[in-house]
């Protein structure tokens, strides 16, 4: 995997931010797009724009043909069954509220649990909890290790008879942490409860295998995975996408209108209302061959390795705490002694290194980690140890300006 060739192909990487070489260490929040994937979405409203499905003219051919070929790559990348069981949507977010309004609604009752952890980001907690508000389920949380990992025998204390619907993240926002999905299926399963993943930090970085996780819905956005915004998908297991009423209603979904009731189309179409994200959908379709074509196993290797030599380097710096486990993705969360982090983050933004400051969508993970925020530096296939390398100076800098406080 050639790092420096790989940087050629993404345009933005190449600038200067306050007088420095733009160091992009925020890919957690989203990820920047290459050239392929520029091209691809330039290539669509400049010579294929039109509406998918409805025509039969050239245009809307091609644009039909290329909307639905990204449906099967996606279906290859995460290894679905089929493509009856890709949907569409505008990202991790709405997939999971499917889940929660259109399966979660209709199949919890007063008694049932929901078992999700504290780790969760806000788009895996608010929805179980107006779930289990709208169906008098109870929501319970496997505790976390010291570390930030799950154990499995909390798992298996924590899912009982009751519960339903499991619904954790492969891979930490925060901490990095790399859950043991398929593990923790298998329990879910045990005890007749469905099992929804967030793979919106795992889908960029890894290889996604469903089947053999044996997950019933899996979630991603295509943003942070060199893919345009306001593009995800939702995968589903197809008997229970089936029994589930689609969340949206208008064009494109239905079969048969009539003036007093309507019907289907069959999987995926009726989850998908509306004139789709083509455009985006184009895009994903883009992101994915290009992601292939890196290896998804060079990817991981590459990031995993930029993780521990950060770790490595930051001992050299006094007052900085890291959180998370030790095996962990391409991520470090930190804080450092008596400066906020949105003050750390400024004075690196001065020198050019783009981090992230805040919750990042995690209160409860802020509540158990005693903390109201953290900085965190995140990796992808574009960057180099002199990324990291110039991340450290940065924060070196920062304890200069501050003085000597940290």
Not at 187 to 208: E, L
Not at 361 to 373: F, G, H, I, N, S
Request: hydrophobic share 40%.
């Amino acid at each position: 995997m050639n790092v420096n060739e790989i940087r050629k192909m993404f345009p933005i990487l190449h600038q200067e931010v306050n007088g420095n070489p733009l160091v992009y260490l925020d890919s957690a929040a989203t990820s920047q797009k290459p050239t392929p994937v520029i091209e691809a979405l330039d290539n669509y409203y400049r010579e294929i724009n039109s509406n998918v499905h409805r025509g039969v003219h050239t245009l809307g051919t091609k644009a039909t043909d290329a909307y639905e070929g990204t449906r099967e790559k996606v279906r290859s990348f995460i290894n679905a069954r089929s493509t009856e069981e890709i949907i569409f949507t505008r990202g991790t977010t709405t997939s999971i509220n499917t889940v929660a309004y259109s399966y979660a609604r209709a199949n919890l009752k007063e008694g049932d649990e929901i078992v999700i952890t504290p780790m969760e980001h806000h788009s895996n907690i608010i929805p179980w909890q107006q779930a289990a508000k709208a169906t008098g389920a109870t929501l319970k949380y496997i505790p976390l290790q010291d570390d930030g990992s799950i154990s499995l025998e909390d798992v298996k204390s924590t899912i009982t008879e009751n519960t339903k619907l499991v619904a954790v993240m492969q891979v930490s926002n925060v901490l990095g942490t790399i859950n043991p999905i398929k593990e923790i299926t298998a329990i879910a399963h045990q005890h007749g409860a469905v099992m929804v993943v967030d793979g919106a930090q795992s889908t960029p970085h890894m290889k996604v295998d469903v089947q053999d996780l044996d997950c019933d819905f899996f979630a991603f956005s295509g943003h942070k995975m060199c893919g345009p915004t306001g593009i995800g998908v939702l995968y589903g297991k197809k008997e229970h996408l089936e029994k589930m009423d689609p969340v949206e209603f208008g064009g494109e979904m239905i079969d048969f209108v009539g003036l007093q009731d309507s019907t289907w189309k069959e999987l995926p179409w009726k989850f998908e209302g509306g004139t789709p994200i083509i455009g985006g959908a184009i895009g994903l379709g883009a992101a994915i061959d290009f992601l292939n074509e890196v290896g998804l196993d060079n990817i991981h290797q590459h990031e995993e390795e930029l993780a521990r030599y950060t770790i490595e380097r930051l001992k050299d710096v006094d007052g900085v705490k890291v959180y998370g486990p030790e095996e962990r993705a391409g991520i470090v969360t930190f804080n450092c002694d008596d400066v906020h982090p949105h003050d750390v983050a400024t004075v690196l933004d001065s020198e050019g290194i783009a981090v992230r400051a805040g919750h990042h969508c995690a209160q409860p993970l802020m509540k158990w980690l005693d903390v109201t925020a953290t900085a965190r530096a995140s990796f992808y296939l574009y960057n180099t140890k002199e990324d990291v390398d110039a991340f450290v100076a940065g924060l070196q800098k920062a304890k200069e300006y501050f003085g000597d406080v940290f």
